[in-house]
């Protein structure tokens, strides 16, 4: 897609806009990612998403791709199914350029950059917030293409348990059970659950001379588990603040098709807490402090080869002054420490990030503002200043205009920088400035939500094959147009969302104008659900067109469709029964070159939830 179709495409949207992944969140939801402070969705003037519990169930999903692909301005790339490594691209972004947090931590491999999405229990998870957009002004790096936060499932009120059992093709089991509760003043969730799946086999590589995609034919099943746990709590004392505690840990065994190493056995931790006081009115004060871990050893045909953990640690202070009516002064510090422990021989094997940030929030009769900038000091590359600036006018109760403006910036990553034979240390970090236009309706009939954005990237970090190092030597341009809506039709909810994208290459040489590897230029998602008495049933169609696995453009995936379809019942007192059945019409297709996705497949599960009875 080329800007020469926006406006075009603008006028298709403007007055039937395009719709948000089937997770149009209330509008009085409160998020707490796009500012680092409580707004419900309606007053937020980022490019949001909130994918919730009830999101999750309905949609019967198994795995976090499968929540967030299709959701406005992003999409996945999977290496063969569960557990499989799956990278994502928001607005274009690639997943290094996107920050991931999972109850306030920042999480992620300190080698490769990456969130391990693939491992996150989907069963333990109470909601996803998605924000398009720069927001290095502040979080720091990584956060160009935007930020993703999962929370975990936080519990409160009555002791309550619940459990489900579930399995499918593929040889694959699920099992779960938490138990929550609370009181007038406490909260309290604790979680359990498990996977394991034979799977299938996940690449038809060709081995060398000539060789592509896994450089190997090993055609056999590679099979996935999972064990993870959570434990979260919390106490409210009165009107003086609370306190908040929270863990996360998943192991996962997989099996993948490599001709270096074909087996992985990895662990994610994640612990944290806030402290939160009021000490006067007008005036919050919070301590927040966590870490994460991502640690994995590798192994061929059964045999040990490498090992690389890396350790996250993070601080936060953050004050919150209330000025005036409808004006919020926020001001912070960051502190942020990374570890690396790997049998690979870094010449660094620690970094640590100092961040001072300050925001402004204002509202002023139809107007609303938000203006932050922030220091970064970095001990490897450096110091780097950030902001950002938005602006939101209504223009009558039912709809809105915003405008945002930032710039953003990603840390090379410790391979980048000194992996042994390949680093180069005098890497700079990739720099942004982004614009973007929305438009939001609350029409009596549904919402719905536009966005045109653009994003220029310099310094990114490529390979020079004359030095077989990398070097800060392309630049891209991501531009497009996203949209969402959610309306009821003949007793059925239906939500809707498509990205129009253009990932431009505009590193100087051959594949300049070239489309950036595996970004699909549109992506669709529309998703269907009505009850019927103790029945519910839904349709989930998503479909990307054509995209590319190379930077010269001459390896193309072709494009697809698929369509789920699924139902449930209430058959008892606190008893449901889901089924649901994946890319029913069995397409055969790949989001990286030579990786096998699923064909048809289905799933049935078994939940006691109190609360879900017979009509």
């Known amino acids: 897609m080329k800007l020469r179709f926006i406006p075009a ?7 039937y806009p395009v719709y948000a992944t089937g997770n149009a969140a209330p509008l009085d939801t409160v998020i707490v990612t796009a500012t680092r402070t409580a707004q419900t969705v309606d007053e ?18 198994q795995s976090v791709q499968d929540v967030l692909r299709g959701t406005p301005g992003l999409s996945i790339s999977n290496t063969g199914g569960l557990g499989k490594q799956t990278s994502f691209f928001l607005r274009g972004a690639s997943s290094s350029q996107v920050l991931v947090m999972i109850d306030g931590v920042k999480v992620g491999s300190a080698t490769s ?6 491992d996150y229990p989907i069963d333990q998870i109470e909601r996803i917030e998605i924000v398009r957009g720069p927001r ?5 790096s990584e956060a160009i293409g935007g930020v993703i936060q999962i929370f975990t499932r936080k519990g409160g009120g009555a002791l309550t348990p619940s459990f489900s059992v579930g399995g499918g093709s593929y040889n694959t089991f699920k099992t779960s059970a938490s138990i929550s509760g609370g009181g007038e003043r406490g909260w309290f969730n604790a979680g359990v659950s498990g996977m394991n799946s034979s799977g299938f086999n996940a690449c038809n590589g060709k081995p060398f001379p000539g060789g592509a995609g896994c450089f190997t034919v090993e055609p056999d099943k590679d099979g996935y588990n999972n064990k993870s746990g959570t434990l979260r709590g919390g106490y409210r004392f009165g009107s003086l603040g609370e306190v908040d505690l ?10 993948y098709d490599g001709s270096f190493q074909n087996e992985s056995k990895s662990t994610q931790q994640v612990y944290g807490g806030r402290l939160l006081l009021k000490p ?13 871990q991502d640690n994995s050893d590798n192994f061929k045909d059964g045999i040990f080869s490498s090992r690389f953990n890396s350790q996250r640690d993070t601080v936060s202070l953050q004050g919150d002054l209330s000025i005036a009516a409808q004006q919020l002064l926020t001001a912070g510090f960051d502190y942020q ?16 990030n100092k961040g001072l940030f300050t925001q402004y929030q204002g509202a002023f009769g139809a107007h609303d503002v938000q203006a932050s900038v922030r220091h970064d000091k970095n001990q490897q590359f450096g110091e780097k200043n950030t902001g950002g600036l938005a602006w939101g006018y209504a223009i009558d109760k039912q709809l809105r205009v915003t405008a945002n403006y930032g710039t953003a910036f990603k840390a090379p990553t410790f391979n980048d920088l000194y992996y042994p034979g390949y680093g180069n240390p005098n890497l700079k970090s990739e720099q942004s400035r982004s614009i973007e236009l929305g438009l939001r309706g609350t029409p009596t009939w549904g919402s719905w939500s536009t966005h045109v954005f653009q994003t ?5 970090i490529g390979f020079d094959p004359t030095t077989f190092s990398p070097v800060n030597i392309d630049s891209a341009r991501l531009r497009g147009v996203e949209g969402a809506v959610a309306t009821q039709f003949a007793g059925w909810n239906m939500n809707a969302s498509l990205t129009l994208l253009d990932p431009e290459n505009r590193a100087s040489g051959a594949n300049n104008g070239k489309l950036l590897p595996r970004r699909a230029e549109q992506t669709l998602r529309v998703n269907m659900d009505r009850s019927f008495g103790n029945y519910r049933a839904g349709a989930t169609l998503f479909a990307e067109n054509k995209r590319f696995d190379d930077l010269a453009n001459t390896r193309t995936m072709g494009g697809y469709a698929t369509l789920d379809l699924r139902v449930e019942r209430a058959f008892a007192k606190n008893w449901l029964v889901q089924a649901r059945v994946a890319n029913l019409f069995d397409k055969r297709y790949e989001t990286a070159s030579y990786y096998n996705q699923a064909g048809r497949n289905f799933f049935i599960t078994l939940r006691y939830q109190p609360g879900k009875s017979p009509t």
């Open 9 to 15: 495409a603008m006028l298709l949207f403007g007055p």
């Open 44 to 61: 937020t003037l980022a490019s949001v998403t909130v994918i919730t519990r009830q999101d999750i169930e309905r949609q019967q999903a």
């Open 113 to 118: 950059g990456m969130a391990a999405f693939q």
């Open 337 to 352: 420490n990374d570890h690396v422990d790997s049998t690979a021989v870094y010449n660094v094997t620690s970094r640590d």
């Open 136 to 140: 290095s002004s502040l979080y720091g």
């Open 280 to 292: 006067v009115g007008g005036l919050n004060v919070s301590l927040a402090a966590g870490r994460s």
């Open 456 to 460: 220029a990237v310099n310094y990114l």
């Open 246 to 255: 929270h863990w996360l840990g998943t192991e996962g065994r997989v099996h």
